[in-house]
């Protein structure tokens, strides 16, 4: 038999100690942002490290009870904007000088990773299926290029980007950025060359022209440009078909601190701070905020008093503030993936199942043995839960239970089962079918001492599907188990407790396609010309390949 196990990809990464941040309601005021003394800028590149980050390390599809504590605290802070720092266009530059100055960053580090933060934030929301086409409309300085790295990520990630960069630097860095995206074919466009509705051309525009140094009123040809990122939002206003509007830090034309003061400017579906966000950002309005740039040190966060979220995982982005309502009916995924073809596929189901859950643990998908079983007593009533798949073999799926719950009972009723791999990130599913039995004693016996010491004592105290008081009963008998077997080294197995084997009858593999247009694969027995073979069966063609 296979034995499924974790990958060490797939294992849990310890998680940073989290600096506690003591914070009061006046720290979020402008008036009130602490400010470091002149001695700070001196010591700041010597004491930068030595301090806990109050950012937690990646957890990556983490298996530990870690990370669902870890999941619960972005979401917290992720719905609560009030509890976010916010910064003055001071701060902002004293923070620029600072990780530029000691503590040893380079412009065009910074200029990368905010523009990495930008095109994954697009990548949360805006999915390249269906928003395309973008835009980056790119400004002299820095905010500019952080928008000509920007649209070279979102090159790689799948769209198709375009560039106006009308008054272009002639640094070395910002024509390093323009020879890398003309590699790419990424084409550059003139103001000329712009139509005068924006939406006719592009789903997507980035709006990377000014960010929290700009003083002043924008002169040509920005101003014009200004304009047409105004004019969409009247278009969506009057239910038009419009481009979506993306700005960098800063809507270009804001005041870094009072916002769209007179109402009339840019109106962004989304904003993505950088560092931390500016006082401006308070008055935005648009349905996603995001904060980029993961790379403010403690020593900054301490002495500005900074509360910032966590970033979850290894993302370059985090959502501030809640997502906004969607209407569900609306929620649909237009899935690109390779096609699933009858010449491509294993002739044996059980070899076609081994090969994509192979590429669903090297994908580093969560859990991919888990699946949803589903079982039906004599009453005739389906219920369903999700089980881990803790074996498969020429016989069958294994996977173990509590032998007086209530999918115990329905399977001792009806001893036929369905089983649900689904693997998103993949875009697969498939379903097996089949009659069940339990597995030998020895063969549960085995696993259960395989298993770690709580999650033995775990099975004897969980009396699944019945009713207890509260989870200080589970807690406490788990405990007075712990003490008795303390001494000893082999935990008894239950008796109530043990593995089945689904036996398949039917397979079904289905690889989501763009247009609904699924590929739907079925493995069914079938005896041809006096042998077993396995049918496979795409509707409405059906293929036959022998049954070994």
Same mark, same amino acid.
């Given at each position: 038999?296979?034995?499924?196990?974790?990958?060490?990809?797939?294992?849990?990464?310890?998680?940073?100690?989290?600096?506690?941040?003591?914070?009061?309601?006046?720290? +979020?005021?402008?008036? %009130? $942002? *602490?400010?470091? #003394?002149?001695?700070?800028?001196? /010591?700041? &590149?010597? +004491?930068?490290?030595? %301090? $806990? *980050?109050?950012? #937690?390390?990646?957890?990556?599809? /983490?298996? &530990?009870? +870690?990370?669902?504590?870890?999941?619960?605290?972005?979401?917290?802070?992720?719905?609560?904007?009030?509890?976010?720092?916010?910064?003055?266009?001071?701060?902002?530059?004293?923070?620029?000088?600072?990780?530029?100055?000691?503590?040893?960053?380079?412009?065009?580090?910074?200029?990368?990773?905010?523009?990495?933060?930008?095109?994954?934030?697009?990548?949360?929301?805006?999915?390249?299926?269906?928003?395309?086409?973008?835009?980056?409309?790119?400004?002299?300085?820095?905010?500019?290029?952080?928008?000509?790295?920007?649209?070279?990520?979102?090159?790689?990630?799948?769209?198709?980007?375009?560039?106006?960069?009308?008054?272009?630097?002639?640094?070395?860095?910002?024509?390093?950025?323009?020879?890398?995206?003309?590699?790419?074919?990424?084409?550059?466009?003139?103001?000329?060359?712009?139509?005068?509705?924006?939406?006719?051309?592009?789903?997507?525009?980035?709006?990377?022209?000014?960010?929290?140094?700009?003083?002043?009123?924008?002169?040509?040809?920005?101003?014009?440009?200004?304009?047409?990122?105004?004019?969409?939002?009247?278009?969506?206003?009057?239910?038009?078909?419009?481009?979506?509007?993306?700005?960098?830090?800063?809507?270009?034309?804001?005041?870094?601190?009072?916002?769209?003061?007179?109402?009339?400017?840019?109106?962004?579906?989304?904003?993505?701070?950088?560092?931390?966000?500016?006082?401006?950002?308070?008055?935005?309005?648009?349905?996603?905020?995001?904060?980029?740039?993961?790379?403010?040190?403690?020593?900054?966060?301490?002495?500005?008093?900074?509360?910032?979220?966590?970033?979850?995982?290894?993302?370059?982005?985090?959502?501030?503030?809640?997502?906004?309502?969607?209407?569900?009916?609306?929620?649909?995924?237009?899935?690109?993936?390779?096609?699933?073809?009858?010449?491509?596929?294993?002739?044996?189901?059980?070899?076609?199942?081994?090969?994509?859950?192979?590429?669903?643990?090297?994908?580093?998908?969560?859990?991919?043995?888990?699946?949803?079983?589903?079982?039906?007593?004599?009453?005739?009533?389906?219920?369903?839960?999700?089980?881990?798949?803790?074996?498969?073999?020429?016989?069958?799926?294994?996977?173990?239970?509590?032998?007086?719950?209530?999918?115990?009972?329905?399977?001792?009723?009806?001893?036929?089962?369905?089983?649900?791999?689904?693997?998103?990130?993949?875009?697969?599913?498939?379903?097996?079918?089949?009659?069940?039995?339990?597995?030998?004693?020895?063969?549960?016996?085995?696993?259960?001492?395989?298993?770690?010491?709580?999650?033995?004592?775990?099975?004897?105290?969980?009396?699944?599907?019945?009713?207890?008081?509260?989870?200080?009963?589970?807690?406490?008998?788990?405990?007075?188990?712990?003490?008795?077997?303390?001494?000893?080294?082999?935990?008894?197995?239950?008796?109530?407790?043990?593995?089945?084997?689904?036996?398949?009858?039917?397979?079904?593999?289905?690889?989501?396609?763009?247009?609904?247009?699924?590929?739907?694969?079925?493995?069914?027995?079938?005896?041809?010309?006096?042998?077993?073979?396995?049918?496979?069966?795409?509707?409405?063609?059906?293929?036959?390949?022998?049954?070994?």
């Amino acid at each position: 038999m296979l034995l499924i196990r974790r990958s060490r990809a797939m294992t849990c990464l310890f998680l940073s100690q989290l600096l506690p941040l003591t914070l009061s309601h006046s720290h +979020n005021n402008a008036s %009130s $942002t *602490c400010k470091p #003394s002149r001695s700070f800028y001196y /010591s700041l &590149a010597k +004491n930068a490290w030595g %301090s $806990t *980050c109050p950012i #937690s390390l990646p957890a990556i599809r /983490s298996f &530990a009870s +870690n990370s669902s504590i870890e999941a619960t605290r972005v979401m917290q802070s992720m719905t609560n904007p009030e509890s976010i720092s916010y910064l003055t266009q001071r701060d902002a530059a004293e923070i620029d000088e600072i990780l530029m100055g000691p503590l040893g960053f380079s412009v065009d580090q910074l200029m990368e990773l905010a523009g990495l933060s930008v095109a994954t934030s697009i990548v949360e929301i805006y999915k390249p299926s269906e928003y395309n086409r973008v835009l980056a409309i790119c400004g002299p300085g820095n905010n500019g290029g952080d928008g000509l790295v920007a649209a070279r990520h979102l090159h790689h990630f799948g769209y198709k980007p375009f560039v106006c960069y009308p008054k272009r630097t002639a640094k070395p860095l910002y024509t390093g950025l323009v020879t890398q995206l003309e590699s790419l074919a990424v084409p550059f466009l003139t103001v000329e060359d712009l139509p005068s509705d924006l939406s006719k051309d592009f789903d997507i525009i980035v709006d990377a022209m000014f960010g929290f140094s700009f003083h002043g009123t924008p002169r040509p040809p920005f101003d014009d440009l200004i304009q047409k990122l105004v004019y969409l939002h009247k278009c969506n206003q009057t239910c038009q078909k419009s481009s979506l509007i993306v700005s960098i830090d800063i809507p270009s034309g804001w005041h870094v601190e009072g916002g769209d003061v007179n109402g009339e400017g840019i109106k962004p579906d989304m904003l993505v701070s950088l560092t931390a966000p500016k006082l401006c950002a308070k008055k935005f309005s648009g349905p996603h905020h995001f904060l980029g740039g993961r790379f403010v040190p403690p020593s900054i966060v301490e002495n500005y008093k900074l509360h910032l979220p966590p970033y979850p995982g290894t993302s370059m982005c985090v959502r501030i503030g809640k997502p906004p309502q969607i209407d569900i009916s609306a929620l649909r995924e237009n899935y690109i993936s390779p096609e699933f073809l009858e010449e491509q596929v294993e002739a044996n189901p059980m070899d076609q199942f081994l090969k994509w859950f192979d590429d669903a643990v090297a994908a580093g998908l969560k859990e991919p043995n888990a699946m949803c079983l589903s079982t039906v007593g004599k009453d005739g009533k389906p219920s369903s839960r999700m089980v881990l798949l803790k074996g498969v073999d020429k016989d069958g799926f294994v996977w173990y239970t509590n032998y007086e719950s209530r999918k115990a009972n329905q399977l001792s009723e009806n001893p036929r089962a369905s089983l649900l791999f689904y693997w998103d990130g993949l875009n697969r599913q498939v379903r097996v079918e089949g009659f069940v039995q339990k597995v030998s004693d020895e063969e549960s016996e085995q696993y259960f001492h395989s298993r770690p010491r709580g999650s033995q004592i775990g099975a004897i105290v969980s009396k699944q599907s019945t009713i207890v008081p509260g989870r200080h009963v589970l807690y406490q008998q788990f405990k007075e188990l712990e003490e008795k077997f303390s001494d000893t080294n082999l935990i008894p197995k239950p008796k109530h407790w043990g593995g089945y084997r689904l036996k398949p009858e039917l397979f079904e593999f289905w690889q989501g396609q763009q247009s609904r247009l699924h590929d739907r694969l079925q493995y069914v027995p079938q005896e041809i010309r006096g042998k077993q073979a396995w049918k496979i069966v795409r509707i409405p063609e059906v293929y036959f390949v022998p049954w070994e």
